[in-house]
């Protein structure tokens, strides 16, 4: 079966510092990778995907992932966090139109 | 552009009831998809419509049903309520061919008691 890992339950982090959160997959076939957020107060929304191609994908607000296809990994990450990207980030998979398998989710709480 | 609106925001139900809760999806949109969120289970997939007919359906029981309209409006109904149904009941709406990149509502919160 599917399924999505997301390894960090809650980071905290100062503002300025560079953040990793880790994505681990478990899926036999083609793989399309998304990262949503959750912003507080807001709907879910997308924040990048990743279908084919550069495994090094660029999405909103300087954030970026890697897919690692041999490491089943695509983890996102951002060079310098601000306080407005408190928030819960959900990674995905999925190749079923709007079917995705969500991680349980990190919640990010970024300190001014 | 509107975003996908879902009604009712809240809810309150006794175990034993049913619920149908709706969602209207983006205009253009003719992919509406249903998620349930708890903070044990996260976010699981309920189904999917796609031009009234339901394309993909996730592990839930029959209790959960959904259908869709013509103008892609789509309905959920949860029957025989139980406590554990308690959740933020989650619709999305995609374009055609946009496989995953799903456009969110704000929820509809039910609390079974």
């Known amino acids: 079966a599917q399924s999505v890992s997301q390894h960090n339950h809650h980071v905290i982090l100062s503002e300025a510092a560079s953040l990793e959160l880790g994505c681990n997959y478990s899926y036999g076939g083609t793989v399309n990778l998304f990262w949503y957020v959750q912003y507080p107060g807001q709907h879910l929304q997308l924040l990048l995907k990743?279908?084919?191609?550069?495994?090094l994908v660029k999405g909103i607000k300087g954030f970026e992932a890697e897919f690692i296809k041999s490491k089943f990994s695509f983890n996102l990450r951002k060079p310098s966090v601000q306080w407005s990207d408190t928030a819960e980030y959900f990674c995905?998979?999925?190749?079923?139109?709007?079917?995705?398998?969500f991680g349980q989710g990190t919640e990010l709480s970024v300190k001014p | 552009k509107a975003g996908v609106t879902q009604t009712p925001r809240y809810l309150i139900k006794t175990r034993g009831q049913q619920v149908t809760l709706s969602c209207s999806p983006i205009s253009g949109h003719r992919s509406v998809s249903w998620y349930q969120q708890t903070p044990g289970q996260g976010l699981q997939f309920l189904f999917e419509?796609?031009?009234?007919?339901?394309?993909n359906k996730g592990n839930f029981p029959g209790r959960f049903s959904g259908r869709q309209f013509s103008n892609s409006r789509s309905e959920m109904n949860v029957s025989t309520l139980e406590l554990g149904d308690s959740a933020l009941y989650l619709c999305?709406?995609?374009?055609?061919?946009?496989?995953?990149?799903?456009?969110f509502g704000e929820g509809s919160r039910l609390t079974v008691l």
């Open positions: 990743y279908f084919s191609g550069d495994p």
């Open positions: 995905a998979v999925g190749n079923q139109g709007g079917k995705l398998i």
């Open positions: 999305a709406s995609t374009r055609t061919g946009a496989t995953g990149e799903l456009f």
């Open positions: 419509y796609f031009s009234e007919t339901q394309r």
